[in-house]
């Protein structure tokens, strides 16, 4: 042990451990290791650090550090632990300590850290470098590795990219612009966490955020260099004399079982952040991809009747949600158009009336050029320059402005905009539109204030308002709605076709965002692992008509088979009148949800995921995917043992089969098949799954 000139004792190196991972401080260089439960070095030469608006750099790489205690017992939401904090001074007055975090039972690191401002001016921070040149020793050359790419916000795609090809360029609206590191060569980012796995060794490393309510952040990794970045960004809120200013905290899991890992991570992020999932699935008809702006009264009263018809295709859904196309403006939401003519209160009561709940979409946090909030209140919005007000998206024939949340008089704004739409009007259900809105990088009337915490105060006084009833996010920024909403959409919208349309010179690889099937199918299973621990998920609707659609039979039915497989909301929309009875029987073959999500086993091999599984008690279900477009021969690995196989939307009894099952699939078609382990009894559990993963009676093989 050495001694510092303040007198602070200095152990060169320090470890923290807990059986299944162990972090060790060099002190003396200001760096960390992580070794897993077998003692390899996965993550060496971490450093932590933050960087200042002028761009000045300040990093704990190269200098010593003091440690401020060791073995601190902790317990806080993610559980009871020890954790060890350790200080370095950068230069005159600022200096930076870091926190690393064991949970009891956890095979993963928690680390954040803080910036302290002992000098006479304040410090402005852009962002905190939570994880700096962290070298990951995955055994393999980089060029050998997929990357997990995680998108801001609901629409951005969510991937697995091979590393020795290069990161997929997007724009806003689904990336915040100003902090995306910049492209380079070898350089991939996600968003909020990331899984980095080397096919080679069968290693990865999961890595992601579990706090989100202060900063957004990104993770990158660098081909070349092998090393991981996390960076939590302060979007430039000040330090004040005297001062300190803590990062978001990091989570970090080196492992064999990288899909465990996400699910843990989840876990993780939901505990923190107070997620709400729920078993209770919501279901619905909503009017946007049948009727689009032209939804009228007219349109879902005849919806309506179509849900209230009983029998044998009865569509037991709990909400009628009204999509865009019923307001004045966008902003204007407390006057109709002449579509509703007896007014939104009216439409409401004919839902109730007929036993359902009923649910309206709003885009709260746009400022239409054309609307009359515009015109009283421009100050409203969020800048990006002096006097320029921050464009959100051009759409409905006009730029959109961002609405600026740290305005008091806003929030006042947006709850009685709300309460009148959940109170006055009786909404029991509010899908909030456009939010990365309230998060776009502009000018705020208080600049002391983050992107993530402006977003959330508008999400704050819209969940005040609302109380209990039911809010659905959509294209929201991920990580930020944590807590906050009770549904989030979590891929691009759906269309009635399977590739992105429309004149474009773009590569498919650059459409991913656009709407599609298959752009919505991609994101519903690379982020199973929100559904049921941040959030119901939203896969989007299902189409399930056979006319005004250009999706074929067997496409329709792999849309339905991943929202059945995703576990989340199951929302229909087409016109129901013009559903012949056997669409109308794969709607109503997916209720009610079964609320638990399959895995996409092959996550980490595949383009797309071509097989999901999901266990479901009594017996398991597995679809298989043919994304390509022509007929293919895929198998399907059966787990180990002897199961009765049975095709779920065929009907057809397989036999009883071992080993790999070869199906010969049609162009972006499925099989969904039900396993059972061989001579095993039914269970009760068959009997709360959707028709479609209902383990059958199994008449014809007894028979
Ligand atoms: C209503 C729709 C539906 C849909 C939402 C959202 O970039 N854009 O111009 C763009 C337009 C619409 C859109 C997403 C992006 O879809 O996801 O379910 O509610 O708004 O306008």
């Known amino acids: 042990m050495r001694s510092t000139g303040s007198g602070f004792p200095v152990l060169e190196a320090f470890e923290l451990s ?18 897993d439960g077998d003692g390899d070095r996965v993550v060496s030469d971490a450093a932590f650090g933050v960087v200042l608006t002028d761009g000045s750099p300040l990093s704990s790489r190269g200098l010593s550090m003091r440690l401020v205690s060791a073995n601190q017992p902790v317990d806080d939401a993610l559980g009871g632990g020890l954790g060890m904090t350790a200080e370095v001074d950068i230069r005159n007055g600022l200096s930076l300590s870091v926190t690393v975090t064991l949970y009891d039972a956890a095979p993963s690191v928690v680390i954040d850290g803080d910036l302290h401002n002992e000098t006479p001016e304040p410090a402005r921070v852009a962002r905190f470098d939570v994880l700096q040149g962290a070298r990951l020793n995955l055994a393999s050359s980089g060029e050998t590795w997929r990357f997990y790419k995680q998108g801001w916000q609901s629409w951005s795609p969510t991937l697995l990219l091979e590393c020795s090809g290069e990161d997929v360029p997007m724009a806003p609206s689904v990336i915040a612009p100003s902090t995306q590191p910049e492209a380079r060569a070898g350089r991939f980012v996600s968003d909020l966490m990331t899984a980095v796995f ?60 990288p899909l465990e890992a996400m699910e843990r991570y989840g876990d993780a992020l939901g505990r923190a952040m107070h997620g709400r999932p729920s078993a209770d699935i919501a279901t619905g008809w909503c009017s946007w991809y049948q009727y689009w702006q032209g939804v009228s009264e007219e349109a879902v009263l005849a919806n309506l009747e179509e ?13 009628v949600q009204i999509d865009d196309g019923w307001q004045a403006d966008i902003g204007d939401w407390l006057g109709v158009n002449g579509k509703f003519p007896h007014g939104l209160r009216w439409l409401v ?3 109730h009336e007929a036993g359902f709940k009923a649910g309206l979409w709003l885009a709260p946090f746009l400022i239409g050029k054309k609307s009359r909030l515009w015109k009283e209140h421009p100050e409203w919005a969020v800048q990006y320059k002096p006097g320029k007000p921050f464009i959100a998206m051009q759409n409905w024939g006009q730029d959109c402005y961002a609405l600026d949340l740290t305005r008091p008089e806003v929030i006042e704004w947006l709850k009685f905009v709300v309460r009148t739409v959940c109170e006055g009007w009786g909404f029991d259900y509010v899908k909030i539109d456009f939010i990365y809105a309230g ?78 099937a298959l752009n919505a199918i991609r994101n519903t299973m690379t982020r199973w692992w929100m559904h049921g621990r941040l959030w119901q998920n939203d896969p989007d609707c299902l189409l399930v008509r056979s006319e005004e659609t250009a999706l074929t039979e067997d496409e329709v039915r792999t849309l339905a088979t991943v929202i059945a497989m995703s576990g989340g909301m199951v929302a229909d929309s087409d016109d129901l009148a013009r559903l012949s009875d056997e669409r109308r029987q794969w709607l109503s073959m997916l209720l009610p949800p079964s609320g638990k999500a399959a895995r996409p086993i092959d996550l980490f091999e595949s383009d797309v995921s071509r097989l999901l599984e999901l266990d479901c008690g009594s017996h398991r279900m597995l679809a298989v995917f043919n994304w390509g477009d022509a007929i293919a021969r895929i198998e399907a690995p059966l787990p180990a043992g002897r199961f009765e196989v049975f095709d779920a939307w065929s009907h057809d009894y397989l036999g009883v089969r071992e080993g790999c099952l070869p199906f010969e699939l049609p162009p972006h078609g499925c099989r969904l098949i039900a396993l059972r382990l061989s001579a095993t009894e039914e269970n009760e559990a068959s009997r709360e799954l959707p028709k479609l993963f209902r383990w059958p ?7």
């Open 697 to 703: 009676g199994f008449e014809r093989e007894r028979s």
């Open 307 to 319: 849900l209230s018809r009983k029998g044998r295709y009865a569509l037991a859904v709990e909400y």
């Open 18 to 35: 807990n059986g299944l991972i162990a972090v060790r401080l060099d002190a003396e260089n200001g760096v960390f290791d992580v070794r």
């Open 349 to 351: 009561e004919r839902i």
């Open 198 to 257: 080397s096919p080679e060794c069968r290693r990865s490393i999961v890595a992601g955020f579990v706090t989100t309510g202060d900063q957004m952040s990104q993770i990158w990794l660098d081909r070349e260099a092998q090393t991981l970045a996390a960076w939590s960004y302060a979007d430039g809120i000040t330090v004040p004399p005297g001062g300190k200013m803590r990062s978001e905290r990091l989570l970090i899991e080196p492992t064999r079982a």
């Open 439 to 516: 998060a776009v990088d502009g000018m705020r009337c208080d600049a002391e204030v983050t992107r993530a915490q402006a977003y959330r105060r508008g999400l704050e006084a819209i969940r005040e308002a609302v109380g209990e009833r039911f809010v659905l996010g959509c294209g929201n920024p991920m990580g930020a709605s944590v807590g906050l909403v009770n549904g989030a959409r979590i891929s691009p919208d759906i269309a009635p076709f399977w590739k992105p349309r429309g004149r474009s010179d773009d590569p498919q690889r650059k459409r991913m965002s656009e709407p599609s």
